[in-house]
């Protein structure tokens, strides 16, 4: 008599397009793993080919491994939203520092225009000679 073991080994595998690339990685990775996997794909610092490489090495990496690579992904992305927003913050400021030059420049036009003007209406010069010449009467 012969023992026959059949063993069948299911291996699932998904497809995550992302910036317009396409990822494959185990299904269980998605479930263990969900920010990990949302770290590597969003990650600025790795190429396409390094993510597809770091999700096909997952899982035989270990607990510590894995928890290293979270770690370091995690403080990118804190620091690259911290210079985005020191970013945000700079030119808002410069935008702001532009905009009172830009108030500055046309009120010194609107001042100038008013002045030319009034070099150029010569009523009131002509209403002080008239009252001048009324006065000398």
Not at 44 to 50: G, L, T
Request: hydrophobic share 40%.
């Amino acid at each position: 008599s012969y023992n026959v073991h059949i063993i069948c080994i299911f291996i699932f595998m998904a497809q995550i397009t992302h910036n317009n690339f396409t990822f494959t990685i185990l299904e269980e990775l998605q479930v263990r793993f969900p920010e990990l996997i949302d770290l590597i794909l969003n990650s600025e610092s790795i190429d396409n080919a390094q993510k597809q490489y770091w999700l096909d090495i997952l899982p035989s990496m270990t607990n510590e491994q894995i928890d290293r690579l979270f770690n370091i992904l995690m403080t990118e992305k804190i620091e690259i939203e911290k210079l985005d927003l020191q970013f945000q913050e700079d030119v808002k400021a410069l935008n702001e520092k532009h905009l009172i030059q830009w108030q500055a420049l046309q009120s010194k036009k609107a001042k100038e225009k008013i002045a030319e003007a009034e070099k150029e209406d010569t009523s009131k010069q002509d209403a002080e000679d008239a009252l001048g010449m009324l006065g000398s009467l």
